[in-house]
Every structure is written in structure tokens, then in C-alpha cells.
């Protein structure tokens, strides 16, 4: 008999939260309601929520108890020290700075860094993480390899750097016009795609003598580091504590939305080794997030951060973590579901133009399957397609992006394995009656970031 090696989950269940099952009539009428956004559905209509797996983990017994020992002072409390120390240890960095969450300490960090015209190269942009360098002055250019942007190409490392187009740019704007290279591990928009350890060692190479500094958007630094064990030649051995460390040692700083690895509903940092850059920054945070020992967040919160990050590089965690994303992108995968590969660290990203090819990119092809896998079985997804992208703010015509998506985020210990199967069942389900999709019409289309509060109506 062949010999197999499943994965489990490396916890039990202590208390379980009890979800709505919903009809079939039920369901078109919450999606009517939210005018074919699911953005706008109420969460206690949602059967399996696959919005996003920010904030939305399950702590643990040990995080629970510790909100207990929240220590509630306005200065000095006991978990901000526990926390400091925590980051000290796992990641390395010598100051930390909490943040009510990522883009908080992405704020300080820019404003601290950036000067006026200066060019900030990164692979891939984040939203949240580039509006911040633009709000401070700087402009974003992308140096990520070329394989990032193609759904279909198996890349191991598609959140590689390519030095030659950062090269390119030390040789147009000169060293000093930029400050730092901003390095996210594992890079989202690109669909949880990790880089490599020889690639990041390179770039500190080249960049080192140049005095450029190397700041990493941390938020998916523990995934990222199972990529490099099971997929970089040389690294099988090594824990994944010891790669995250050895990963921070190949930077000055870090910005870190706990949202996500850290385990916890709500908080970040920001983390520097340089003392000036930190003075700095400690004084900037009192002016947009609270004191420098609490950072906007309360005592129980840092505590469970503190107790998350510990947990989150448990090479038994990351291994069921991935290994659940990675079960359920092997089952579409059976079912010939179109899906971007290789399968990335949060999610399952659906290639909404190659699953409804009869639909025209105006007829806003991921929107409508987001709102069909409601219907079919209460499962809410999101777009990241034509809707997300938005219009050209000085001829108003849309932006067409390459990738038409729609994204199944996985939260991290929140759902089983039979979860993975029902949403498995359900997407081959609209897949079989996917020529009956007949594409959405925008109704009411908000000014900012028009993808959170759009309204669609369905094509008869
Ligand atoms: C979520 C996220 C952020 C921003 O963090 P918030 O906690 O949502 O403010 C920054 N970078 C990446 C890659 C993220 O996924």
C-alpha cells in the first residue's frame, strides 16, 4: 500500500461559532439587495466568508488569555514590552513602534524616509502601501520580474526582484533619489506569490554599497518563508523561525499589518534598527496613532500580537495553513477550474476571463461569478478585476487590467477541510452552468476606490 503523509490541522476546537445556512431564494434576494456587490452583503447572510483574511483569524486559547492580562496603563504597559521583546527575538529588528495596523506604521515610515521626488521601486504595488509613499512625496515604480504578471506562468519565486530593472533606475535618478527598496513578503497583488532567499540576499548585494536601504511590508513574512523551505533548493532542513530571521537580517525595517501571519483581528508596527530613523518615528506616532508604547492599540491587544507572532512561526502552523489553500486550489485544479498558478499563500485566485470567455471585460466577468458562488451556496468572494481597478482619473475611461480575478481568500484557522470541499463542489457547480452568466450593469459607481461601495444590476 502506498504510504501517505496528510496534513492536519495542529489544534483542536474549543468553541465553535454557529453560521446561518440560507435558501436558494433567500440568497438572490441579499444580492439583489446588495446591488451584485459583496461588499455590501450582510455578514450573517455569508454561509463561508472568503472576503479577505485580514483580521479575520481565530486566536488561540493562549492569545484569549492573554487579552486577560491586558495591561491598560496610557504609558509603559507591560505588553508593550512583552511585545517589543517578541519582536526582538522572532524577527530581529532593534525598535518597534505599534501601529493600530499596517497602513498606520506604512504612514509614519514614508513620512520618515521620503522626501519630495524621490522614487521608491518595489515588487508589485500594494494599495495602501503606495498611496502612503505618494502621499509623502515619492513615486512608486515597479521592479518586479515579468513572470508576475502572467496568471498562467509557474514561476517558483514570482515575487522576485529583477536587478536590472532596478539597476535602470539607479542609473536614471541616481542613488540618492532613492531612499529605500520596499520588498513584500509574499507579494498579494501579484496572488500570495513568495521571493526567494538568493534573490533578497542579491539585492542586498547590489544595494548595500549603493546606500540604499531595504524595507520589507512584513504582512505575510512566515508563508513567504514556507515557500523558500519547499521550494528553494538548500533550505529543506532549516525551521521557519530561522528563515524569518534570516530574512529580516537582509533589511533595516519593516512595516507589519498583523491582520494576517500575527493571528490577531486588529494591530501592526513598525520596526527599524537605525536610531535616528526611530527617534523620529516615535515622536511622528504620536501625532496620528497614540503614544509610542501603545501605538493606538490597547494593552490586551499587543499581548495577543505578541503571543500571535510566536505562534505564527510554528513550522506545524504554516504547514496546515498553506496546506489547506493548497488542498483546495489541487481540487478546482481536478475540476479544471481556471485558476492563477502557482497556487500563492492566502488564496485561490478564480481567472474569471478564462471561466466566462463569452463575456466581454465591460460586462464586468468577475463582479458576476463574485455574486453567482454567493448564490449557489452562500459563499462570498471578491473582485480583483476591471471593477477594482477603477477609471483614468483624466480621460475617465476604465482601466482594463491583464487579470480579471476573483479572489478566495482562506482566513487562517477558521474553516475545515469539508469547507474546502463545499466551496470546491460549489464553484464546479456555476462552472457547469457557466454559459447561463449573462455579465452586470454598473448602476451607481462611487468616486473613490468605486470597488467597496458600487451598485450593479444583473443583464436580463
Ligand atoms: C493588508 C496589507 C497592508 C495594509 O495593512 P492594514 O493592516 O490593512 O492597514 C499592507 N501590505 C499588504 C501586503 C497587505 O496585505
Known amino acids: 500500500m502506498m504510504k501517505k503523509h496528510s496534513w492536519a490541522e495542529p489544534y483542536k476546537i474549543k468553541m465553535v461559532e454557529l453560521l446561518k445556512i440560507t435558501t436558494l431564494p433567500q440568497r438572490r434576494k441579499a444580492i439583489d439587495n446588495a446591488g451584485y456587490n459583496t461588499f455590501l452583503l450582510k455578514s450573517e447572510d455569508v454561509y463561508i466568508d472568503l472576503l479577505t483574511d485580514s483580521g479575520t483569524s481565530a486566536m488561540s486559547d493562549q492569545q484569549w488569555a492573554g487579552m486577560m492580562l491586558g495591561d491598560e496603563a496610557y504609558a509603559g504597559s507591560a505588553n508593550f514590552y512583552h511585545l517589543e521583546k517578541v519582536v526582538q527575538e522572532v524577527y530581529g529588528y532593534k525598535y518597534m513602534i505599534p501601529t493600530h495596523q499596517g497602513r498606520g506604521a506604512e504612514n509614519i515610515l514614508s513620512q520618515v524616509m521620503i522626501k519630495k521626488g524621490d522614487i521608491i521601486p518595489g515588487n508589485m504595488y500594494f494599495t495602501t502601501t503606495r498611496l502612503h509613499q505618494e502621499l509623502a512625496g515619492g513615486v512608486f515604480h515597479d521592479i518586479i520580474i515579468e513572470e508576475a504578471h502572467d496568471a498562467a506562468n509557474y514561476h517558483p519565486f514570482k515575487g522576485d526582484v529583477d536587478l536590472n530593472k532596478l539597476e535602470a533606475l539607479v542609473k536614471e535618478y541616481g542613488a540618492d533619489k532613492i531612499p529605500y527598496v520596499c520588498i513584500a513578503v509574499t507579494v498579494n497583488m501579484a496572488g500570495g506569490q513568495p521571493i526567494s532567499m538568493g534573490n533578497l540576499k542579491a539585492l542586498r548585494a547590489y544595494t548595500e554599497n549603493l546606500g540604499i536601504k531595504i524595507i520589507l511590508d512584513m504582512t505575510r513574512i512566515a508563508e513567504n518563508a514556507y515557500f523558500i523551505q519547499n521550494r528553494e533548493p538548500g533550505y529543506a532542513q532549516r525551521s521557519i523561525r530561522s528563515l524569518v530571521k534570516e530574512i529580516c537580517s537582509y533589511t533595516d525595517g519593516a512595516t507589519m499589518s498583523a491582520k494576517k501571519d500575527a493571528l490577531v483581528n486588529i494591530g501592526g508596527f513598525l520596526a527599524l534598527n537605525n536610531t535616528d530613523a526611530y527617534e523620529e518615528a516615535s515622536n511622528l506616532v504620536v501625532v496620528y496613532e497614540g ?139 456555476v462552472y457547469d452552468n457557466r454559459k447561463k452568466i449573462k455579465g452586470l450593469k454598473m448602476v451607481y459607481e462611487p468616486k473613490y476606490l468605486r470597488f467597496f461601495q458600487a451598485r450593479f444590476e444583473k443583464i436580463k
Do not use: W
Open 291 to 429: 503614544l509610542h508604547t501603545y501605538g493606538g492599540l490597547a494593552g490586551r491587544d499587543m499581548e495577543a500580537m505578541a503571543i500571535g507572532i510566536k505562534e505564527s512561526i510554528s513550522d506545524a502552523h504554516i504547514k496546515a495553513r498553506i496546506g489547506q489553500v493548497i488542498y483546495l486550489g489541487e481540487q478546482m485544479k481536478q475540476m479544471d477550474i481556471p485558476i492563477t498558478e502557482p497556487i500563492g499563500g492566502h488564496g485561490i485566485f478564480i481567472d474569471a476571463k478564462r471561466f466566462l470567455p463569452h463575456l466581454h471585460q465591460e460586462l464586468f466577468p468577475a463582479q458576476a461569478l463574485a455574486a453567482e458562488l454567493f448564490i449557489d451556496a452562500g459563499i462570498r468572494t471578491m473582485e480583483r478585476g476591471i471593477v477594482s481597478a477603477g477609471r483614468n482619473a483624466k480621460t475617465g475611461e476604465n482601466y482594463c487590467p491583464k487579470l480579471e480575478l476573483v479572489r478566495l481568500t482562506i482566513p487562517r484557522r477558521v474553516y475545515t477541510q469539508a469547507h474546502m470541499d463545499v466551496i470546491a463542489e460549489s464553484v464546479c457547480n
